[in-house]
C-alpha cells in the first residue's frame, strides 16, 4: 500500500530496527568503497542498513523497503543507495519508486546496467510502448550480454502486452536460443521463449521449450516443469 507523505516522513526519520546478525563487513566490497565518501560512523550505519535491506528483501520486501528508505535518507548522493532502493521497490511491486531510483542511478553513473528493469518496470505501469523504446535505445550501447538478454526478454513482454504475439517470438530467436547451450541467462531466455509460443497458442512448441528450460534451470528458479506438465495435459 503506498504511503501518504506523513507516513514515508516519519519512517524516513526513524531507523528501522537491524537484525542482530547485519555486519558492515556483509556489503560487497563496491558497495563499501562508495560509502567511503561518507563520514565513516554514517557509512557503517548506512551500509548495515543495505545489507538488511538485502537479506530482507525475499521475506520480507516492506521491512526491507524501510531499511533501503532510510539508507537514502542518509545518503541520497551515493549511487549504490539509490540503486539498492530501486531493486528492493522493484522486487516489492513499488514499480514508480523503482522507476525513480533507478532514473537516478543511470543519470548519476550514466551506465545502463539496469535498463531492463527500468524497461519492465514501465511495462508493469502500463506503458510497454516506453519499455520499447528503451529496448531501441540501447541497441546503440554496448550492454553486458546478461542484460541485453534481459532487456530483450522484457522487450518480448512489452510486444505481447501490445498483442504482438508474433513479433514477441521472433524477437528472442537468435545465438542464444540453443538447448545445448548453458549460460547464466538460458533457463530465462528459454522460459520467456516457451511463455510466448504458449501465449501464440504454438502449444507443442512451448511444451519443448519449457522442458529445455526445465533442463536448464539448474537451480530451479522457474517452474517450467510444471508449465510443460500443464500444457501436455490440456
Same mark, same amino acid.
Not at 545489507?51 to 520486501?61: I, M, Q, R, S
Not at 538447448?179 to 541467462?185: F, K, L, M, S, T
Given at each position: 500500500m503506498p504511503l501518504d507523505d506523513e507516513s514515508l516522513a516519519k519512517q524516513l526519520l526513524e531507523a528501522p530496527e537491524l537484525p542482530e546478525d547485519v555486519d558492515f563487513a556483509d556489503l560487497d566490497e563496491e558497495a563499501r568503497r562508495e560509502l567511503r565518501t561518507l563520514p565513516r560512523a554514517l557509512a557503517e550505519t548506512? !551500509?548495515?542498513h543495505l545489507? @538488511?535491506? !538485502?537479506?530482507?528483501?525475499? @521475506?520480507?520486501?516492506e521491512a526491507a523497503l524501510k531499511h533501503a528508505r532510510y539508507a537514502k535518507a542518509k545518503a541520497a548522493r551515493v549511487p549504490i543507495v539509490r540503486e539498492a532502493l530501486g531493486l528492493v521497490s522493484y522486487h516489492a511491486g513499488n514499480w514508480a519508486e523503482a522507476l525513480s531510483e533507478l532514473r537516478a542511478v543511470r543519470r548519476m553513473t550514466r551506465t545502463d546496467s539496469h535498463i531492463a528493469v527500468i524497461a519492465d518496470a514501465e511495462r508493469a505501469l502500463g506503458r510497454p510502448e516506453r519499455a520499447l523504446d528503451l529496448a531501441k535505445e540501447a541497441k546503440a550501447q554496448r550492454l553486458p550480454r546478461d542484460v541485453e538478454i534481459e532487456l530483450r526478454i522484457v522487450a518480448a513482454g512489452a510486444r505481447r502486452d501490445l498483442g504482438q504475439l508474433d513479433a514477441a517470438v521472433?524477437?528472442?530467436?537468435?545465438?542464444d536460443l540453443?538447448?545445448?547451450?548453458?549460460?547464466?541467462?538460458s533457463a530465462r531466455l528459454f522460459y520467456a521463449y516457451a511463455d510466448n509460443l504458449a501465449a501464440a497458442g504454438r502449444r507443442d512448441e512451448a511444451v519443448k521449450w519449457f522442458l529445455h528450460a526445465a533442463e536448464a534451470d539448474e537451480n530451479d528458479e522457474t517452474d517450467a516443469a510444471e508449465r510443460a506438465a500443464e500444457l501436455s495435459n490440456a
Open positions: 548506512v !551500509g548495515k545489507v @538488511a535491506a !538485502g537479506e530482507l528483501v525475499d @521475506a520480507d520486501p521472433v524477437s528472442l530467436q537468435g545465438p540453443n538447448p545445448a547451450r548453458r549460460e547464466p541467462w
